[in-house]
T-cell receptor, first 114, second 110 residues
Framework: EPEVTQTPSHQVTQMGQEVILRCVPI?????FYWYRQILGQKVEFLVS????????KSEIFDDQFSVERPDGSNFTLKIRSTKLEDSAMYFC????????????FGPGTRLTVL | GQQVMQIPQYQHVQEGEDFTTYCNSSTTLSNIQWYKQRPGGHPVFLIQ?????EVKKQKRLTFQFGEAKKNSSLHITATQTTDVGTYFC??????????FGAGTTVTVRA
């Protein structure tokens, strides 16, 4: 069964550094999402992406964050100048179409900012 | 903005017993989805409810969507140790943003 993959599984970085989290969505999917989950808390929406542009973003997704689909398969989340509070699990998800189709989540990247 | 509230936060259940987790949205939803997250894992889609008053069953799990499309519940009968995990509801707004509830973390006493 096709699945969403994410790399790395764990990223440790120093405060102020930039990180890039990578996702490979399911190949025929068109809508892509990033979520984060701070340890022990709920899953929070960050951004949705369709047709090579951001379609929706939350208040969390400020100028520190950016997303890209550089090559038609990878979907990346860049965090510039990481802060301690950016430490969380970051999940990528993809779905075939809009309007509430099932979102398939990747295994997540645990980001630890020291 | 849209808020999705979920209760209880924790549910400790004796194996074999039933329990229910409840989800309420501050706004009318396009649909509601339920996910299960095992400890250390990622959210896994369980089911989606779209119609007002809809009820769906998956074996021992019964999902309901309220008439006003603002609340939902998940009822699990005869709880098993395999039911351990956190169950999240997620409401899809009319502008297709998915908002997760805080989750109900279920532990089972054998």
């Amino acid at each position: 069964e096709p699945e969403v993959t994410q790399t790395p599984s764990h990223q440790v970085t120093q405060m102020g550094q930039e990180v890039i989290l990578r996702c490979v969505p399911i190949s025929n999917h068109l809508y892509f999402y990033w979520y984060r989950q701070i340890l022990g808390q709920k899953v929070e929406f960050l951004v949705s992406f369709y047709n090579n542009e951001i379609s929706e973003k939350s208040e969390i997704f400020d100028d520190q964050f950016s997303v890209e689909r550089p090559d038609g398969s990878n979907f990346t989340l860049k965090i510039r100048s990481t802060k301690l509070e950016d430490s969380a699990m970051y999940f990528c998800a993809s779905q075939t179409g809009p309007k509430g189709d099932t979102q398939y989540f990747g295994p997540g990247t645990r980001l630890t900012v020291l | 903005g849209q808020q999705v509230m979920q209760i209880p936060q924790y549910q400790h259940v004796q194996e074999g017993e039933d329990f229910t987790t409840y989800c309420n949205s501050s706004t009318t939803l396009s649909n509601i989805q339920w996910y299960k997250q095992r400890p250390g894992g990622h959210p896994v889609f369980l089911i989606q409810l779209v119609k007002s008053g809809e009820v769906k069953k998956q074996k021992r799990l019964t999902f309901q969507f309220g008439e006003a499309k603002k609340n939902s519940s998940l009822h699990i009968t005869a709880t098993q140790t395999t039911d351990v995990g956190t169950y999240f509801c997620a409401g899809l707004s009319n502008d297709y943003k998915l908002s997760f509830g805080a989750g109900t973390t279920v532990t089972v006493r054998a």
